[in-house]
Nanobody
Framework: QVQLVESGGGLVQAGGSLRLSCATSRGTFSNYAIGWFRQAPGKEREFVARITWTGTYTNYADSVKGRFTISRGNDQNTVYLQMNSLKPEDTAVYYC????????????????WGQGTQVTVSS
């Protein structure tokens, strides 16, 4: 089992950048694929990005492609989401999630979730 902790959220102006981190406070990320999801007020949770446990494959939602980058840290126990050119519509609570085996765009495929970190982008 892994226990996930997100950090790095905050308030930023449109066009700015933030880097979110997802770390494990228990266990390791070895053999776990990681996904980032977000949920805005009144909306369903949506897929943002995912990465395989080897880090060799990544995938992004169309809405963030070219602006966000998911990556694994050298210690293999941290996953980052670099968010550039932020827009007000990126405002949401961002969650990281983990699952054994292959990565997925579907939130239901993930077994472990962090508590979320708030990202607010002002116009």
């Amino acid at each position: 089992q892994v226990q996930l902790v997100e950090s790095g959220g905050g308030l930023v102006q449109a066009g700015g950048s933030l880097r979110l981190s997802c770390a494990t406070s228990r266990g390791t990320f070895s053999n776990y694929a990681i996904g980032w999801f977000r949920q805005a007020p009144g909306k369903e949770r949506e897929f943002v990005a995912r990465i395989t446990w080897t880090g060799t494959y990544t995938n992004y939602a169309d809405s963030v492609k070219g602006r966000f980058t998911i990556s694994r840290g050298n210690d293999q126990n941290t996953v980052y989401l670099q968010m550039n050119s932020l827009k007000p519509e990126d405002t949401a609570v961002y969650y990281c999630a983990a699952r054994r085996g292959g990565s997925s765009d579907a939130s239901i495929a993930y077994n472990y979730w962090g508590q979320g970190t708030q990202v607010t982008v002002s116009s």
